[in-house]
């Protein structure tokens, strides 16, 4: 369990406003460093109100202007199959928090297919996951994600991998359509665990105080297959940002003072 628990480490911010601009300028200033070497990022976002927030506070932030955009490429974790302008659509309040405020050139911006664009949700995995294709590298046939942000319900789940269900399991595609989720909408499509797991750092963006005991699962090692959030582990690093309020009951010895 010890060296379970070296892998993951939380930050803790004292609310969620604090938090979210905490872990937005921690991303720009990754990403102006990675910019100015001419390193090529690819960024793969969570939906969700807290991961919105951390869109919208890198959008507000003076050193968005630093950042070379076009060494920038946006993903999606997970998305509501829904047609391309619906509100609840992740890409929607993506591009209204930082996408559409920044110089990002369009060919970065990778959405899933909508509703109205695709066939049916399997279609639109399988676009998904050509489009992915065409980023692979080192013989995977995805991206070399830098980093994967995720929220984590209530229930422990991340993207829309829910607990005990067979999407979780999967290990042979990078995208799968999901139906019937347990949180509506209940439509989506999903990265996969081999996908969210390559990433080099995988962030974890927690608040609220209904998320703690999902949190406290996570860290103490779970079964991904019941908490989803427990399985997600990035190649380098693993950080969970949370506020005070989902931290309640996180072992000190898992909080990191470097931050």
């Not at 200033?29 to 976002?45: D, N, Y």
């Not at 297919?113 to 995995?125: H, L, M």
């Not at 406290?216 to 940002?241: D, H, I, M, N, Q």
Request: glycine share 6%; with cysteine.
């Amino acid at each position: 369990m010890a060296q379970l628990w070296t892998a993951k480490r939380v930050v803790i911010s004292p609310d969620a406003p604090t938090l979210a601009d905490a872990v937005a300028s921690r991303l720009l200033s990754r990403l102006a460093k990675r910019s100015a070497a001419g390193k090529t990022s690819h960024l793969a976002l969570a939906g969700g109100a807290i991961g919105t927030a951390v869109l919208r506070a890198a959008g507000d932030h003076a050193s968005a202007h630093d950042i070379d955009w076009s060494l920038v490429h946006f993903w999606w974790g997970d998305e509501i199959f829904a047609p391309r302008t619906d509100a609840e659509r992740h890409e929607q309040a993506a591009r209204a928090a930082l996408i559409d405020r920044i110089d990002v050139p369009a060919r970065n911006v990778h959405a899933i297919a909508g509703a109205d664009e695709a066939t049916d949700q399997d279609a639109a995995a399988a676009a998904y996951a050509a489009e992915l294709a065409r980023f692979g590298e080192d013989d995977r046939a995805w991206p070399d994600f830098y980093v994967c942000f995720l929220g984590v319900g209530s229930d422990g789940h991340i993207a829309s991998l829910f607990p005990d269900r067979s999407a979780i399991q999967v290990t042979d595609r990078s995208v799968v359509a999901v139906r019937e989720a347990p949180k509506p909408p209940a439509e989506r499509i999903t990265l996969t665990r081999p996908v969210i797991n390559s990433a080099r750092c995988v962030w974890l963006v927690v608040s609220g105080t209904d998320k703690a005991a999902a949190l406290g699962l996570a860290l103490a090692g779970a079964s991904y297959e019941t908490v989803p959030a427990a399985g997600a582990k990035g190649r380098k690093r693993t950080l969970f940002f949370v506020d005070e309020a989902a931290a309640v009951g996180v072992p000190p010895e898992l909080i990191d003072q470097d931050f």
